[in-house]
């Protein structure tokens, strides 16, 4: 009876294994965000980064679609994309990376089929996090004009953000990097070049510089990590329907820019004056700012 008992237990043992085993693995980027992240009225403490994302024009006409998107900050062009597909399946343009956006649409619509995630319909006055990316994702754009509002995040900086505690716990930025990590694309564009317009004049200056150097640009990536913590914050916290906060443009951009402006000038007038001149420079300033 006893040897009876352990055959049993044995063979329910193994039958448990077999069934653990033969279970079909779990499908990689089965998020859906029709269903994580519903569409919402775009709440207040993102209207203002409108003026600080990139804008696209779509005009879809029967089989065709023409989209450009503008880089020009304040005069200063950052870049320009244009798609013209004439007969072919509506489809967004292959980007370099994997792209995660915050969407937001002022006029028109898009119904978006994503292989895997099920359809996303853009619509106006509604936002949307989405990726941004077109291996068989068609995006069947409205007839007529439509246009868009759009943050982008490459990956690797959703994945240096989630090293960080404070953002490690967010649950809006988890589901971002989950959807983030699909193969790579083919190059066309590079759309994660989306700088604000202050940005634009910084990048003006460093242009300018008689000497770069990799400090220079470690500074410059540095504030634009600080720009980019600040508007995720941001769009972190109108999805979880928080009360929007007061001088929006002061608290996305501003300490950030003015600071990074400073260093700035500074790299600029080291490269064409002698260091005592500066330091001279810098007591004569503090003296007058104590008066």
């Known amino acids: ?28 980027n089965s ?14 403490a993102l209207t203002g980064l409108l003026p600080r994302m990139a804008k696209t024009q779509c005009v879809g006409m029967h089989n065709s679609l023409l989209m450009q998107s503008n880089y020009e900050n304040q005069g200063l062009p950052i870049g320009v994309m244009h798609v013209y597909n ?21 006029y028109g619509g898009a119904d978006c089929n994503i292989v895997g995630e099920g359809p996303l319909h853009f619509r106006p006055g509604r936002y ?10 068609e995006c069947a754009f409205h007839a007529g004009l439509s246009s868009y509002y759009y ?9 240096q953000l989630l090293e960080e505690e404070e953002f490690r716990d967010s649950g809006v930025l988890a589901i971002l990097y989950d959807a983030s990590v699909r193969s790579a694309t083919t ?8 700088i604000t317009e202050s940005m634009g004049h910084l990048l003006n200056d ?12 470690q500074a410059l990536f540095r504030k634009t990590m600080d720009l980019l913590k600040m508007a ?48 001279l420079w810098d007591r004569l300033v503090g003296v007058n700012e104590k008066r």
């Open 1 to 28: 009876m006893i040897k009876h008992d352990k055959t049993c237990k044995r063979s329910g043992a193994l039958h448990r294994l077999a069934k653990f085993l033969s279970r079909p693995a779990a499908e990689a």
């Open 128 to 137: 949307y996090f989405t990726r941004v990316k077109n291996d068989h994702n």
């Open 86 to 106: 004439a007969g072919l399946p509506h489809q967004a343009p292959r980007m370099l990376h994997d792209l995660v956006a915050l969407v937001f649409c002022t």
């Open 232 to 279: 995720l914050r941001q769009a972190r916290n109108g999805n979880a329907h928080i009360p929007a906060t007061t001088g929006i443009f002061r608290e996305l951009c501003g300490e950030a820019e003015e600071q990074y402006a400073r260093e700035i000038r500074r790299a600029a007038l080291r490269a064409r004056f002698p260091a005592w001149s500066l330091w």
């Open 206 to 217: 460093l242009r300018r510089l008689p000497v770069t150097g990799p400090a220079l640009e």
């Open 151 to 159: 943050l982008l995040l490459p990956d690797w900086l959703l994945e």
């Open 31 to 44: 998020i859906n965000f029709t269903e994580r992240l519903d569409e919402r009225t775009i709440p207040v």
């Open 187 to 194: 190059l066309i564009d590079e759309p994660h070049q989306v």
